[in-house]
Structures are given as structure tokens and as C-alpha cells.
């Protein structure tokens, strides 16, 4: 029988010293990766926030060192303490970090803030990315959601649980920082995309494993993520093509119905019977992308209808306004 067996210690505790080294670890890997997706969510504004990302990779990394440090505090009210302290200090590092002035944190002025901070959200919806705005609001909301997800992942990686056992969840956080980082990458084009995400892959790995690699087992690994990155890298090109891999638009095209709906140029004046949901009744193809806008035939001249401009215009992004007279 093992010794795990007859002290009833689980099998995945393992001895205080070699559970904070391995945390430790982690937060070496941390850092570079969370700055990384926080440097790739500042180009999100134009000009890019790169002293905002810098300052807030700064602010995690001291974070998760500051929780390391209090899972080794035995008595409970003293690390509950510091554990609010850290929080209260990275939420403080999100916002000021973003560019919101120092004063506007202060309790007096958290309506202020609640405000600026719903006015940017309301905002964001019809936003272009890159923000190139002049609304401070925007700009700040929009790098928030980088800042916020920095310092939940850094809780998530590094939040203190019982002694002798890894603090938080690396896959929790893993997960988080992947957003951090994918989110930007959809969003914008970057120059270099597959060695940006093979840079991001290479420390995401680092940072999964870590904790987990013995330093024997530190060579193995590098050369075997070499070998996968670099046949990545070479794959990658040929994988991204300019036609999808699976060309849904044809597929629905093909199982349509076929003649269930016609329009007819003689027209009266009956009730409109058909349907007129949910129904294609015009597919335009071109050779480059252009934008297509309806016009509103409002005048009828006794043999057909055409355009005479009494119908009000639509204006983009918005309604029609039906004030005037139609």
C-alpha cells in the first residue's frame, strides 16, 4: 500500500515547496503571453494603446505574483486581507491603465464613470475597428474589455486554493487570454498572421505546461512545439484560401425551391396575397464587391410605376423618418 494511501493525501497534492516553484513557473509564462493578447486588443484604437497594454501586463503580472505570494499566508483573515487589497489594485490598474483620469475612480465619481462607461457601450454596436474617433468614451470602453480580461485571467490562474496544491485553474485562464488574443484577430487584418499566431501558440503551450514539465523533459518538449509550429507555419498558407471549404450560400441555393415565387409585371390592385417573408426575390452576382441600395418607386404615371421623390429617404443606419409625408 502507498504512502498517499495510508496518510489519505490525495494524489494530486503535492509538497508545498514544489507546488509554489510550479506556480512560479506559470506566472513566467504568463506574462509574456497576456501582454501579447493585450498588445493585440490595443490595435482595436488607432493610434494603437501599446502604453496601455504594456501598463495593464504590468499591473497582471504583479497581480498573480502578489496572489502567489499570499497562497503561502497560513492564517486566513491576514491572506484574506491581501487578497482584497490585490483585487482592488488590479481593478484600479484596469481602469487607469486604459487612460481613465485617476480622479474619475474615486468613490464621488463612480456615477460619472458608470455613465462614460454605458455611453461607450451604447456606442460600440455601430463601431469601426480600428477606433479612430475622437470620443474618449469609445476609445476607453473598447480597451476595457482587454484590461477586464487580463485581470480575470490572471484570478483565474493564480487565485489561492489549499496549501499544497496549485493555485487557481491554468486551463480556465487559458481559455480567457485565448479570447484576449482571438478577438483582435478576427476583428483586423494583421500583417503577419501566421507567425503572430504561431507566437501566441508557441506561449500558450509554455504557459499550459509549464508547471507540469520536469526539467528533463524541458528539451524534449521545445524541440517537439518547434516541430509542430513549423509544420504549422508551412501549412497554414495553402490552408487559407480565398474560396470557403465548405460554400453554404451554393448549398442552400441548390436545395431551394425552384419556381414557387414570380413576380408579374402586370400588376392591379388586389390584396397582396403573396408571400412576402422569409422569400428571395432578387440574387445579384459581381465580379468585385459593391454596395447595392433599393430605390422606391412612389409615383404611379397610369401605366407603371416610377421613381417622383415624394417617399422620404432612408438614412443609413437609421429608419425612415415618418414625420414627413409620404
Do not use: C
Amino acid at each position: 500500500m502507498s504512502t498517499a494511501a495510508v496518510s489519505g493525501t490525495p494524489a494530486r497534492e503535492q509538497p508545498a515547496s514544489s507546488a509554489v516553484t510550479a506556480a512560479w513557473a506559470r506566472l513566467a509564462a504568463f506574462a509574456p503571453l497576456v501582454l501579447v493578447g493585450l498588445l493585440a486588443w490595443a490595435e482595436l484604437v488607432a493610434p494603437a494603446a501599446t502604453s496601455a497594454a504594456w501598463g495593464m501586463a504590468a499591473v497582471a503580472t504583479l497581480a498573480g505574483a502578489g496572489l502567489v505570494a499570499a497562497g503561502g499566508i497560513g492564517a486566513r483573515r491576514p491572506r484574506n486581507l491581501v487578497l482584497a487589497g490585490i483585487v482592488l489594485v488590479l481593478l484600479a490598474g484596469v481602469l487607469l491603465s486604459v487612460g481613465i483620469r485617476g480622479r474619475d475612480v474615486l468613490p464621488d465619481r463612480w456615477d460619472d464613470l458608470a455613465r462614460g462607461i454605458a455611453t461607450g457601450i451604447g456606442a460600440l454596436p455601430g463601431t469601426l475597428v480600428p477606433y479612430r474617433g475622437d470620443e474618449p468614451w469609445v476609445r476607453y470602453t473598447l480597451l476595457l474589455g482587454g484590461s477586464a480580461m487580463a485581470a480575470i485571467a490572471v484570478l483565474q490562474a493564480f487565485w489561492p486554493r489549499e496549501p499544497g496544491r496549485l493555485p487557481g485553474s491554468v486551463f480556465a485562464a487559458a481559455f480567457t487570454l485565448a479570447v484576449l488574443y482571438g478577438v483582435p484577430a478576427v476583428e483586423r487584418e494583421s500583417e503577419r498572421p501566421f507567425l503572430a499566431g504561431a507566437l501566441f501558440a508557441v506561449l500558450l503551450a509554455g504557459f499550459l505546461f509549464a508547471d507540469r514539465l520536469r526539467p528533463a523533459q524541458l528539451g524534449p518538449a521545445a524541440v517537439l512545439l518547434g516541430v509542430a509550429t513549423g509544420l504549422a507555419l508551412l501549412l497554414a498558407p495553402a490552408l487559407d484560401r480565398r474560396e470557403p471549404w465548405v460554400d453554404y450560400e451554393q448549398l442552400a441555393r441548390s436545395v431551394a425551391g425552384r419556381g414557387a415565387v414570380g413576380y408579374r409585371w402586370d400588376h392591379g390592385y388586389g390584396p397582396l396575397d403573396w408571400p412576402r417573408r422569409g422569400r428571395e426575390l432578387l440574387r445579384i452576382s459581381a465580379e468585385r464587391p459593391a454596395y447595392w441600395k433599393a430605390g422606391v418607386l412612389d409615383t404611379f404615371d397610369g401605366r407603371g410605376w416610377r421613381r417622383g421623390g415624394g417617399a422620404p429617404p432612408f438614412e443609413a443606419g437609421g429608419e425612415q423618418d415618418r414625420s414627413e409625408p409620404s
